[in-house]
């Protein structure tokens, strides 16, 4: 950065990742240079009004009320000079955005980076416990709510006094403290904060489905950036698109889609007053002129029949994007209105869509090629790009990247200057990406891994389907079997002879080892409020195992807690026990007992010239029947972690570890080995005293050989230890 930043709260900035952590930056295209200092607020809405003539254009849309761009500013400038006078907040500071899809909330959102403040957009169904979370991370200095949302936040600021504070409120219209009359009071003129291009726009938090959320820095290079990428070179948009849809403003897909990209070609943006459902929304677009619809797949698919109904004469482009988009829905929607859907992967990390194609480019079953400005290839575990036609991890580069705030999983995401989203990819011969599954939503069942997503795109075409949602259950003896749970049309009954009809329809269409072994029928499938599928809800909804009979090779049984369901976390699974009576292999979950012989019952071993170990044994040796307890987490009981802080998590992993020994009848007297798993080893030295104080109220003066290692990180992405054990239980007189 040449030009000295203007953000003097330097909050953000002090907590970026090392830059050597930071991602390559590729600024390839003529239209990505921009100069050292600018503010993108300034760049999408004054350059629109000075320089390209745009002011009496329509620009945001209600049911009640119409701004042009020439208005929008307007109102923008009062409400930064109401944030900057009034509330005297800094270039730097935080502000809080709590609403949905409005005008409000977007006026808001551009005043707010016009000022030179960051931006913590946040979705509207969170609850006061979640919304406290951002306020920890993120330590707003204000927050603009829509008033119909006030009592959460209020809730949420109470837990935390002295971090946010000022609240103010929109939508309230009769209220004199609505931000709309408090903005009213203020000059309608405002000089852009001069920000740096590198300077923060805004904080962007993921959902935190797979672990605590993360927050993204974007800056106001990176968004313009993503402006003059896929829109410019796929979505072609023109400045007489009308642009609808249901993602929040609080998820990038929406704050592009439906603000900030259309702002950039001259469009408008229809904000409806109500929450849309399929029917209204069909209506709405066809009401209002929508020319273009951001949505994710399966509103798609609710929305066909309407749409066949009703018709949408103006529609041309419709965008789909959040989750993977089945061919079924694809060629569903094109049959109900003649358009070819634009698919498109993008990332919270990444700000928006960098695989995409449109028209004539697309090809079925493939997501598209990489957007001009961006690279993308499939690699290896060890970043090596695989063989055309090979399933591999995508990993990308371009204008924008990753950089987490104050987040020790930055280096998972960016391990060698490439993002990787954490998505399964295979790339064709002729550049087009396939998308297989998330990384974690791949199962592998006898050897053959098999991609979700592709099992439900087969189950969309049978005539019974509405919904489905593919998953991989444990399995004994194939490692995972494929489960479909499924949601049928009206008028099907969700029976055996169903099952068998599903069945045998995708052993008819794709490879015969891909089809569902067993299926659930539900009314409905959990989503996000983006409409993603849940499929981590899906797998903990999914029945535990079943107790297994005696094996003939191995003679014994295997058990598990009654309050824990078996389920993968970290180095091993976190609930499972097995006793195994006589020699035998544990191939199962994660607590196995079997005969060990040795020598005496917790025998010390160490040389005769070393030292004692410091509260520990160097080594111990045992007779009796050997426990292995599989790594815990510090998650409770309901699979949830209470706290992100390294002793709280040791204390609740400890008691598990507690809780599974006395489940086969042993305690933590029986220990004889405990190996730690640490993702900081500075945290676990620095720490020590305190580990000291946990582990004797818990576990007692029962000190077991012991060692610890630093991993790179843990299959639950907010665990921070995992601990297993082995114990001894002696045999019975």
């Known amino acids: 950065m040449t030009t000295p930043s203007a953000q003097t709260d330097r909050f953000v900035h002090d907590r970026l990742p090392p830059r050597d952590q930071w ?45 042009t761009y020439a208005e929008t500013r307007e109102r923008v400038n009062r409400i930064a000079n109401y944030l900057v006078h009034d509330l005297k907040l800094q270039p730097g500071n935080r502000v809080l955005l709590r609403g949905g899809n409005s005008i409000g909330m977007a006026l808001s959102w551009l005043a707010v980076v016009k000022a030179g403040l960051v931006a913590v957009a946040t979705m509207p169904l969170l609850r006061a416990l979640e919304l406290g979370k951002v306020i920890g991370k993120a330590q707003p200095v204000a927050a603009i709510c829509d008033a119909r949302l006030l009592p959460e936040l209020e809730q949420a600021q109470a837990a935390q006094p002295g971090v946010l504070r000022h609240i103010v409120r929109f939508g309230a219209a009769d209220d004199p403290q609505d931000l709309g009359a408090l903005a009213a009071r203020q000059p309608a003129s405002f000089t852009a904060c001069a920000t740096a291009a590198d300077d923060i726009a805004l904080l962007a938090f993921t959902s935190g489905t797979t672990g605590a959320p993360k927050a993204v820095v974007h800056t106001h290079r990176d968004v313009l950036a993503a402006c003059e990428c896929w829109p410019r070179h796929v979505l072609r948009a023109t400045p ?81 994007a959040g989750e993977a988009l089945p061919d079924a829905t694809r060629q569903l929607w094109k049959d109900a ?78 391990p060698d200057g490439w993002n990787r989203p954490g998505d399964a990819f295979v790339q064709d011969a002729d550049g087009y990406f396939h998308y297989q599954a998330r990384d974690d939503d791949m199962i592998i069942t006898a050897g053959y891994n098999v991609g979700g997503p592709e099992v439900e795109d087969c189950l969309l075409t049978h005539p019974a389907v509405a919904e489905c949602g ?38 008819s269409s794709i490879a015969p080892y891909k089809y569902p072994r067993e299926i659930e029928f539900v009314t409905a499938l959990p989503r996000t409020e983006t409409g993603k599928l849940q499929r981590f809800k899906l797998r903990e909804k999914s029945p535990p195992l079943r107790r297994f009979a005696p094996s003939p090779r191995q003679g014994g049984q295997r058990w598990w807690p009654a309050q824990v369901r078996p389920r993968r976390s970290g180095m091993a699974c976190s609930a499972a026990l097995c006793a195994v009576d006589g020699y035998g292999v544990c191939f199962t979950w994660c607590v196995c007992a079997q005969k060990f012989w040795s020598m005496d019952m917790r025998k010390v071993l160490h040389p005769a010239d070393w030292a004692p170990a410091k509260g520990y044994a160097n080594g111990i040796a045992a007779r009796g029947t ?73 576990i007692g003066k029962n000190f077991p050989a012991m060692s610890c290692v630093q991993v790179a990180g843990l299959m639950e992405a907010r665990a921070k230890v995992e601990i297993e054990v082995t114990a001894v239980l002696p045999d019975a007189p």
């Open 240 to 320: 007489d698109d009308v642009v609808t849809g249901s993602p929040p403003l609080a998820f990038t897909f929406g704050l592009g889609g439906l603000l900030l990209f259309p702002m950039w070609a001259g469009a408008s943006i229809y904000y409806p007053d109500v929450p849309y459902n399929p029917e209204t929304m069909v209506r709405q677009m066809r009401e209002h002129g929508v020319t273009t619809c951001y949505t994710a797949p399966t509103f798609y698919r609710q929305m066909a029949p309407h749409a066949r109904a009703i018709g949408i004469p103006t529609l041309r482009t419709c965008v789909s």
């Open 626 to 698: 050997q426990i292995y307890v599989g790594g815990q987490i510090g998650w409770n009981a309901q699979q949830q972690f209470e706290s992100d802080d390294f002793i709280a998590q040791t204390r609740q992993a400890l008691i598990n570890i507690v809780d599974v020994l006395k489940v086969a009848g042993a305690g933590p007297e029986h220990m004889v080995r405990m190996t730690w798993y640490v993702v900081s080893r500075d945290e676990y030295n620095s720490r020590l005293k305190e580990l000291g104080g946990v582990y004797r109220e818990v």
């Open 470 to 507: 593919v998953i991989g259950k444990p399995d004994d003896e194939r490692g995972m079997v494929i489960k479909a749970v499924v949601v049928l049309k009206a008028g099907h009954a969700g029976d055996a002879a169903m099952v068998k009809a599903l069945q045998d329809h995708v052993k």
């Open 23 to 67: 991602p390559a930056f590729r600024y390839d295209l003529p239209e990505l240079q921009f100069p050292d200092q600018v503010n993108l607020v300034q760049r999408l809405l004054d350059d629109a009004v000075d320089l390209k003539g745009w002011g009496e254009r329509p620009l945001l849309r209600s049911p009640q009320v119409t701004f």
């Open 337 to 414: 209105t003649g358009i070819e859907m634009l698919d498109g992967i993008g990332a919270t990390e990444m700000f928006h869509i960098f695989i995409s194609s449109d028209g004539a480019d697309v090809r079925r079953g493939a997501i598209g090629k990489v957007v001009p400005g961006y690279q993308a290839k499939v690699v290896d575990d060890e970043g090596r790009e695989v063989p055309r036609g090979t399933v591999g991890k995508l990993a990308v580069i371009g204008p924008t990247g990753c950089r987490y705030m104050d987040d020790a999983r930055q280096t998972r995401y960016v």
